[in-house]
């Protein structure tokens, strides 16, 4: 049977890559976001558009639109899930409501929205896990992926960034704990510097001197290693920790799309606990 999978705010961004590369697995994408419509926002992308390139990729796209702060339309989400399949395999949890968080100047200096972030990015994150923890224990395995930051540990555009990425890491430790029997792991996997549309528009809004000139790495990246971990027996082992993408690709033997291998930005940014030397042997 095809894995079933939920990518959350996969409308654009990282969470389209990993929709995308799950498609590419062969996977099952459930694609939520509330972009309808290219414009909906300045950076275009819809949920539609998504779907429609899960299936193009070699999996099957169905676009949902849901509203991440309005938990009936989460449960909905759900309820349609148990309904089609039974069952679900893999949850990633992305949607973040992202307001002001490279605009410069203190937190007190802007738009009091920037704290919706631990609403739609925090709770959010909570409320599809709640919904979707009966379907995953349902099909005996399963795998919660909320997807991380550097800016967990680290100064990285203000504190409800940080608090949103911080609490996501301690909320699939304490998730691994009570899914462990159950068989289903929880995971934050943090992400390095990704080549988005928003990243894009940000960086040309930058004057020439300032743009960073590393390579970023593709939106699809990360997908490719939630799908790797998935199938991996290694899965459980991993359950209730953050890992640094870049690492778990090294442990999988993944690469980018084009066969690049992104580089963790561990001894620049911190990190979580480094993989055991176990794990790497």
Not at 178 to 194: D, F, I, K, P, T
Request: charged share 20%; glycine share 12%.
């Amino acid at each position: 049977m095809k894995p079933i999978a939920v990518v959350t705010g996969a409308s654009r961004g990282a969470g389209k890559g990993i929709a995308l590369a799950l498609g590419a697995a062969g996977h099952t994408v459930y694609v939520t976001g509330r972009s309808v419509s290219n414009k909906d926002t300045e950076w275009g992308g819809t949920i539609q558009e998504t779907a429609e390139q899960v299936s193009e990729a070699g999996g099957k796209g169905i676009a949902v639109a849901v509203d991440h702060a309005d938990d009936r339309s989460v449960a909905e989400l759900f309820d349609r899930i148990q309904r089609d399949h039974g069952r679900l395999d893999i949850l990633v949890n992305n949607a973040a409501k992202l307001v002001a968080t490279t605009s410069p100047g203190g937190f007190w200096e802007k738009p009091l929205e920037a704290g919706d972030l631990i609403t739609v990015g925090l709770r959010s994150h909570f409320v599809s896990s709640y919904y979707a923890a009966p379907l995953l224990i349902a099909n005996g395995k399963g795998l919660i992926v909320n997807t991380g930051h550097y800016g967990s540990v680290c100064y990285y555009h203000g504190p409800a960034y940080g608090a949103q990425k911080a609490g996501s890491d301690k909320m699939v430790a304490d998730m691994a704990k009570e899914l462990r029997q159950h068989n289903v792991a929880a995971v934050s996997v943090w992400m390095g510097g990704l080549d988005t549309e928003r990243a894009r528009t940000h960086l040309a809004s930058l004057p020439e001197d300032r743009r960073p000139t590393q390579k970023r790495q593709s939106p699809q990246f990360a997908g490719r290693v939630i799908a790797a971990l998935y199938g991996s027996e290694r899965r459980m082992e991993l359950s209730g920790r953050a890992v640094i993408d870049a690492e778990l690709a090294a442990l999988f033997d993944v690469t980018d799309l084009d066969g690049s291998r992104p580089v963790s930005h561990r001894f620049t940014m911190g990190g979580p606990p480094e993989l055991h030397r176990s794990l790497l042997a």
